[in-house]
């Protein structure tokens, strides 16, 4: 609805032309100085390997703040002539720090990624990639206490000519 008693004032100069000017004044800005850190991710791979069982296991740190931490381990294959063809792809759910025994095997021939996002379906990243090495580790931990065997063993530098009288020396022999 248009106002009523609207009053502009215009002013007229005759006389000279001046030139339009395009030249904005310039405002120096505060230099920009880049950070060495890299922004901060809420989880980190520390280590991927292949176990002896042929299954994935995957190490994590988690940095973010809640207290149940979840999100997607995402693992895919990519071709290991072009790193840019995927030729496989799993996901799985993480909650902690370690993820043991994922059913993704290890391909003939490429290269194996590993991703954390919040989701299959946002895709926002909360780590950074990391490459699978061609490493294969023992998924069972050493044992101090050898198992069984069906023959006897000995360890001869165990031995002395005290512990075992006379018979010491036909043993070794």
Do not use: C, H
């Not at 993704?104 to 090495?133: A, M």
């Amino acid at each position: 609805m248009p106002e009523e008693n609207v009053t502009i004032d215009v002013s007229f100069t005759s006389g000279g032309e001046t030139e339009p000017s395009a030249t904005p004044d310039v405002v120096p800005t505060p230099e920009v100085v880049p950070t060495t850190e890299p922004l901060g991710y809420a989880y980190e791979i520390t280590e991927a390997y292949y176990g002896d069982d042929g299954k994935l296991n995957v190490e994590l740190k988690y940095n973010g703040t809640e207290e149940n931490p979840t999100g997607k381990l995402l693992a895919a294959a990519y071709d290991e002539a072009d790193s840019e063809i995927m030729l496989d792809a799993k996901s799985y759910d993480i909650k902690g720090t370690t993820v043991e025994g994922l059913d993704y095997s290890k391909p003939d021939k490429g290269i194996v990624k590993l991703y954390i996002w919040n989701g299959v379906d946002t895709l926002n990243p909360l780590s950074k990639t990391f490459e699978v090495k061609d490493v294969l580790r023992p998924t069972e931990l050493p044992s101090a206490t050898p198992g069984p065997t069906s023959e006897p063993t000995v360890n001869k530098a165990t031995l002395t000519q005290e512990s075992s009288g006379a018979n010491f020396l036909s043993f070794l022999q």
